[in-house]
């Protein structure tokens, strides 16, 4: 049986497919054929079967019985629901980072923007998709509160990707690779107002040029 790219244990199977559902491998509404499953991450029927009860879980999946599972299509109301709670814990868990956050941190976060941005030339959907993912966990991770750290990711992964619905255009991309700069700078500057402004603006997905107005003007 041939097997698809291994980069994680078996046990990783949810999160394998979670990764791929957030990034578009796998589309809104699309079967989860467990055969073919099986194959593309090289697990067992038990751990593809655990692992989409676990999405299910997770928001993600929905399983109709007699017929099997498929990704998760949230209405635009539960979506908007989702939008409105990650604005909360998001602007809740940058203040908390910016109380604690030192240069060394503030530097690693710029080194994560600046791959991000440097893909947006060179790099795929899922390369950038990738490079946005570790900005964000990295984010989560200087939270010092971890329940609100926990959750912070759980609700980025019950949302739609950008990759998957928000990245439609070039200027939609780049803009993100703004708003992330704008993050860093926001923690240099120990400047709570702007961080959460921006923090706020990237999920809601602003027009272009909405947080790149002159602070003056904000």
């Known amino acids: 049986m041939h097997k698809g790219p291994r980069r994680e244990k078996r046990n990783d ?11 578009g491998v796998h589309s809104r509404g699309a ?3 467990q055969i073919d499953l099986q194959t593309h991450y090289g697990a067992t029927r038990i751990e593809v079967r655990r692992a989409l009860d676990r999405l299910v879980l997770r928001r993600l999946a929905q399983h109709e019985p007699n017929r099997g599972y498929r990704v998760y299509a949230p209405d635009e109301n539960h979506t908007d629901q989702i939008r409105d709670v990650r604005v909360v814990l998001e602007t809740a868990a940058a203040e908390r980072v910016l109380e604690t956050v030192d240069a060394v941190a503030i530097e690693d976060l710029r080194t994560l923007a600046l791959a991000f941005a440097d893909l947006l030339m060179t790099g795929t959907l899922l390369q950038q998709y990738e490079a946005n993912l570790a900005f964000h966990h990295r984010m989560a991770q200087l939270c010092p509160n971890r329940e609100l750290a926990d959750l912070v990711l759980e609700y980025r992964g019950r949302g739609a990707s950008a990759a998957l619905t928000q ?16 993050m860093v ?10 961080l959460k402004r921006v923090v706020a603006a990237h999920i809601r997905q602003a027009e272009a040029g909405e947080i790149d107005a002159p602070s003056s003007a904000r």
């Open 167 to 182: 990245w439609t255009t070039r200027a939609r991309i780049e803009q993100s690779a703004r708003e992330h700069m704008e």
């Open 13 to 23: 199977v949810a999160d394998l497919i979670a990764r791929d559902i957030q990034a």
């Open 185 to 194: 700078e926001a923690l240099a500057a120990r400047d709570l107002s702007r």
């Open 31 to 33: 079967w989860l054929k």
